[in-house]
């Protein structure tokens, strides 16, 4: 059995505690501090297990031997209504902590497949897929840098069953006992079973669990302090030894590539190459197109809202390739207080001290609505790969990642759309010297979008690369030919139209 050796009865008498205690407590502000001042690096603290072998206690006592300023506790009960309206997952990425900040999480992302498996609602495939999950999840983390620290608190059926019986028997005590943790210790062989395989299958190099016995409360604390004093002072050591190195925050994993770097460079031809540049409407067959589409989106908004269903449209492209003309063609058609814009510029400090994605779960539509994005996490293998603000470690693993932030989009039942809308070379240079000579358009053309022109088959390589590793069945790219901005306009409308009219027929 894997909780065996967390059955031994091991205890620290009150003497030696009050003895290690103060200093322990000094040399974990002393870490808290290191974090702060080194702000490269978050740390999620996750706390699982038994019910009565203290888990809230130790995150109890961690806030008030560490400096609470820093710290971020959170718990999860049932999702409330504007947290089932979104991906599951969209409230634990709302609540990570920023680098050089820690993060105390109790019923975290661990307790609803271990709930769910005990109680029959999922079987042994589902629950492996979302320990999958977990594993992915928490992977993205510590590729970025975070320091991620798991303790599974353990008790005995017999410790246990002790430990309800004494809080029942004090009056202050008796409300942490409800109904429910008598009906978990009744299946506590399921719940066990359960644990195994959840420790068996998240348990990594990187972030592997801890399993602790919570029948003394001296030895579970100076044992989950120690740990994390030890692991956040290596932690910190291994990164400043990576800048001072001049590997920047993490030593980058170099066996891990998404493809050589020779493949790269042998391609000659891209996905934007076979794009048929001249199609195009007149002017006349647009404005009989064009109301049809968007008369034909207001409706299929209007029953999406009435179905609960939530759609994400993605709009990326080269500077001058319609964007803009492309969204407010699609905005018209639709009623403003359903959907929401957002331009995506450089990120902020608060979102560089987080992980890339941080800022785009924020803002995930409730149901029934729709956000658009002007530019979108697509930023990370483009504009930061061609720009050298990500490191080649960075990008690479971004299209993993961002495949497992739109598996979760899509599995919850947004419909998700990403356009790329292209224009040729000379077509972009036509456009900015129009923008050059008219007034109100001036403000458009940057010294930046010149430059980016230099880098122009760059850009159309990493755009082979992001349509290659993330164009899925569940969200592929829609390619525009964007030369003509009435084609565009329309082709845009109508593929938003049968996306969301497939995604409401299933619903029916």
């Not at 456009?431 to 940057?446: A, G, N, S, Y």
Request: net charge neutral; proline share 4%; hydrophobic share 35%.
């Amino acid at each position: 059995m894997m909780f065996r050796t967390a059955e031994l009865g091991q205890r620290i008498a009150k003497s030696e505690f009050k003895q290690k205690e103060p200093v322990l407590r000094q040399e974990l502000l002393e870490a808290q501090q290191r974090l702060l001042k080194l702000k490269k690096c978050p740390v999620m603290i996750i706390f699982a297990g038994v019910d009565g072998a203290g888990k809230g206690e130790t995150v109890n006592l961690l806030n008030a031997w560490m400096d609470p300023r820093w710290l971020i506790t959170r718990a999860y009960d049932k999702p409330s209504d504007e947290e089932k309206e979104r991906p599951e997952y969209w409230r634990f990425w709302r609540d990570l902590p920023p680098k050089g900040k820690i993060g105390l999480f109790l019923s975290s992302w661990y307790s609803r497949p271990v709930l769910d498996r005990v109680h029959g609602r999922i079987d042994d495939s589902e629950f492996n897929h979302l320990l999958e999950r977990i594993v992915n999840f928490e992977k993205a983390h510590t590729d970025d840098c975070a320091l991620i620290l798991k303790f599974w608190m353990h008790l005995s059926k017999k410790e246990q069953k002790k430990r309800f019986k004494d809080l029942e028997k004090d009056e202050l005590t008796r409300w942490r006992v409800k109904e429910a943790d008598w009906d978990n210790w009744r299946l506590y062989e399921q719940f066990e079973e359960a644990a195994e395989r959840v420790i068996m299958k998240t348990s990594t190099g990187v972030s592997p669990w801890c399993i602790v016995e919570g029948v003394d409360q001296h030895f579970r604390s100076l044992t989950v302090g120690t740990i994390i004093r030890d692991e956040i002072n290596k932690h910190v050591d291994k990164i400043e030894a990576a800048v001072a190195n001049g590997h920047g925050y993490c030593i980058p994993d170099t066996t891990e590539k998404s493809e050589p770097d020779t493949l790269t460079t042998l391609k000659t031809s891209t996905v934007l190459d076979v794009m048929d540049m001249s199609l195009a409407l007149t002017k006349s067959e647009y404005k009989q197109q064009l109301p049809v589409w968007q008369a034909k989106l207001n409706q299929l908004q209007r029953k999406a809202l009435k179905n609960k269903l939530s759609t994400i449209v993605v709009f990326e492209g080269p500077d001058a390739g319609g964007k803009g003309g492309a969204i407010r063609r699609v905005t018209a058609s639709l009623d403003a207080r359903h959907v929401r814009v957002l331009p995506i510029a450089a990120p902020t400090d608060e979102e560089q001290a987080h992980h890339f994605l941080w800022r785009f779960w924020r803002h995930l539509p409730r149901a029934g609505k729709m956000t658009i994005f002007d530019r979108s996490w697509y930023g990370r293998v483009l504009v930061e790969r061609i720009e050298d603000f990500a490191s080649e470690d960075e990008w690479r693993r971004a299209y993993s990642e961002i495949n497992e932030f739109e598996d979760m989009l899509t599995s919850s039942g947004i419909v998700l759309l990403k356009f790329w809308i292209h224009v040729t070379k000379d077509e972009q240079l036509r456009r900015f010297k129009e923008r050059e000579k008219i007034p109100h358009k001036q403000w458009k053309l940057t010294e930046e979008d010149w430059r980016n022109r230099e880098k122009w088959e760059e850009y159309e390589l990493a755009v082979n690369d992001f349509v290659e590793h993330t164009s899925t069945r569940a969200a592929p790219w829609t390619l525009i030919e964007g030369n003509d901005k009435r084609h565009a306009r329309v082709k845009v409308i109508r593929t938003i139209c049968e996306h969301m009219e497939n995604a409401l027929k299933e619903k029916d």
